[in-house]
């Protein structure tokens, strides 16, 4: 299926974070015929998409668009940007717009395409950005979140995601310049939902994963991700989000793929700890990050901190953090006092 532009403004758009998901955004901004530029940590990464067109270690069997410029500086990657889509992983969040915030002019629109909440802080990653670049970019802040694996994206398979933001006009020129016929971006001015439910939905895709690798099946796995669900929406409401943005893409939608599909790698740990693998082990065999991992310490301690009941991520974190064996952490979920659903 052939991508149309849907944007008739030509952006320079920077993504930060040469990963699958960055690479996958950056194809998608290419395809609408911006000019990209890739921004990769490895000089050796910039080296080798330049010359082959390909990236070596992320969607390393698609080519590139040559509207994709990668580079290893960041002031190149950010020079004149309209839009900066930050794609990195949550921990390094602070640090990287840190570095990135003296070189962005005050007219970029600042987007984080990244699933998580800070350890320390509990701060969702559109309130990291904001804490460390104050009032001049608050309002310029978009979250994108949504049912979206990189590499159904890059192969143009029907993909719909969430743009949110406090700002209208940020989140509709997000949308504006993603948008095509194959990847639909809708906005919405819940940020709290939108981001809370891309981060809860990778610790209830690790408990999915244990499900089943502990043997059971998808009776089980529809009890995760529906009391998961009930668990999101909870968390959620209580930090001033909306339930029915949790109903939506970038809550229920990335639940249920996060939950069920293969290419989830949150599911892929949870899989490996019910099978008795221990967590260093799996995480020492994976390149990219698995989200829910560190997420899952920060939504247990948030749930605390704000007396919210949240028993698959209680026993998420007992599993990951205090080596609670599968098959018990599965127990004590059953094994609850009966109530009304």
Known sequence: MATENASPEKKRIAVIGAGSWGTALAMVAARNRHDV????????????????????????????????????????????????????????????????????????????????????????????????????????????????????????????????????ASSEMVQLALSSNVFRVYTNDDVVGVELGGAVKNVVAIASGVVRGLGFGTNSVAAIITRGLREMTRLAVACGARGETLAGLAGLGDLVLTCTGELSRNRKVGLELGRGRKLADILSRMREVAEGVKTTRAIYEMARRMNVDMPITAATYALLYEDAPALEAANKLMERPLKRE
Request: proline share 6%; with cysteine; aromatic share 4%.
């Open 37 to 168: 530029r890739l921004w990769a940590r490895e000089e050796a990464v910039a080296l080798a998409i330049q010359n082959t067109r390909r990236n070596p270690f992320y969607l390393s069997d698609f080519d590139l668009p040559e509207n994709i410029r990668p580079t290893a500086s960041l002031e190149e990657a950010l020079e004149d940007a309209d839009c900066a889509i930050i794609v990195i992983p949550s921990h390094a969040m602070r640090e990287m717009i840190e570095r990135a915030g003296p070189r962005l002019s005050a007219e970029t629109v600042i987007v984080s395409a990244t699933k998580g909440v800070e350890n320390v802080t509990l701060m969702r990653m559109s309130e990291v950005i904001a804490d460390i670049l104050g009032e001049r970019f608050k309002t310029r802040v978009v979250a994108l979140s949504g049912p979206s694996f990189a590499r159904e994206v890059a192969l143009e398979d029907p993909t719909a995601i969430v743009a949110a933001s406090s700002d209208p």
